[in-house]
């Protein structure tokens, strides 16, 4: 489920910089989706430095186009003030219908449960992390990644000002100049850079770091998950060659896969919306099934799956509707756009399109914004597991470890012990700390201890990464010398 998820996001980026990159430079498109292929030699390792060189190139890609764009444009203050008087800067906006598309509580709610998706159980984020040589490594990265994320976004934003204020007067899309926004940050950056040779190239260096850095860490992601879950399990002893040649040729097979979906890719519309969608369709369920297993301990294996796939269907189902039946103009048409200025052409002007018969659905389920649908597979796998779980018999919190249960009700510390008690279902988290569970091992449960030693016989004779509870560590396979990725 993760794996397709990754495949599927990862071909749109590929799309969304290939496609617009070259129809606005004049290059052929599979050459600009060849400049993608990479990874297969270095592994993570190259992916993690080369990802932070990237980062770097696009913060100074983008700080180029913002000076001299405001410069272009009038000056900062002058973007500010066209902006405000567009209505391009109204960011307090409480309205709470979910069928809006950009609002303060689907951005910040349906973000959340985006973002969580990303960052929480998301396979290529949990690689880079376990690879840190310790937890406080992990948290450090994490808080920096969210400050460059923070930087990007700013520098986004601010784009999009400088692009509305330098063509307030003649829209390119809704001229016919363009034939996709996503083409207008290319042709933006031909326009304000016309007279200074060798600056647009900073911008496609910029543009194509952004999606080298996100694809090369998927299509190493993909390759790790399919050899250690697949090939590692019906092949244990393969020798080290020829685990290399194997993970080298995974990569090439889903780097295939990626490029050959991206060309599928470009008859669709939207390309941004469509990835989003995609993730959280995919990302929500795999959000609410860790969810369940981390926060409710009596769910077992039935009410897991049958939530997963509950909110795979839910998840699904609005999407593909809302495809079918896109939402109501009124609900994601854009802000009114000018074009008096504008040299006449055969253009003619841009209209929303006139919607033909409707189920009453589709103005209602069908219409909510994209931003939910990561809400709507997770809280929908949560609300099935728990329920499946009760109906085919719940699992007992005796049998499960404190330390794979994350006790929420322990937050509200103005309950008393009795509530918090009933609330942990069982699970004795009273009887020790994690780290004096994780060293004594005789206070686990011969159950338990038997799934492990089942579960661990076939890799008995081999090294594999643990984790150390006087460190808070984990054992790093990237600091070995013999690596597969």
Known sequence: MSTYNYDSTKEFAMLQQSSTLCRRFSIREWWCMLLLWRSIKGGLKAVVWTDAFQMVVMIVGFLTVLIQGSAQAGGFYNVLELSTNGSRLHIIDFDVDPLRRHTFWTISVGGT??????????????????????????KLALYFNLVGLWIILVCAVFSGLIMYSYFKDCDPWTSGIISAPDQLMPYFVMEIFATMPGLPGLFVACAFSGTLSTVAASINALATVTFEDFVKSCFPHLSDKLSTWISKGLCILFGVMCTSMAVAASFMGSVVQAALSIHGMCGGPMLGLFTLGIVFPFVNWK??????????????????????????????????????????????EL??????????????????????????????????????????????????????????????????????????????????????????????????????????????????????????????VAFEKITHF
Request: glycine share 10%; proline share 6%; aromatic share 12%.
């Open 303 to 348: 009410g897991a799956l049958g939530g997963l796939l509950t909110g795979i269907a839910l998840a699904f189902w609005v999407a593909i509707g809302a495809f079918i039946y896109p939402a109501p103009a009124s609900k994601t048409w854009p802000l009114p756009l000018s074009t008096n200025q504008c040299v006449p052409s055969n253009a003619t």
């Open 113 to 138: 449960f985006t973002w969580l998706g990303i960052y929480g159980v998301n396979q290529s984020t949990i690689q880079r992390c376990i690879s840190c040589k310790t937890e406080k490594h992990a």
């Open 351 to 476: 209209v929303p399109p006139a919607l033909s018969s409707r189920p009453a659905i589709a103005d209602s389920w069908y219409s909510i914004s994209y931003l939910y649908y990561s809400a709507v597979g997770c809280l929908g796998c949560i609300a099935a597991g728990v329920i499946i779980s009760f109906l085919t018999g719940h699992q007992s919190g005796k049998d499960i470890q404190p330390m794979l249960i994350r006790p929420v009700c322990n937050l509200f510390c103005f309950w008393s012990k009795e509530y918090k008690t009933l609330c942990w279902c069982g699970v004795q988290h009273d009887r020790g700390s994690e780290q004096e569970t994780l060293e004594n091992g005789s206070t686990w449960k011969q159950g338990t201890e038997s799934v492990l030693q089942n579960g661990l016989r076939r890799e008995s004779l081999v090294h594999s990464p643990g984790y150390d509870p006087k460190d808070k560590s984990y054992d790093n």
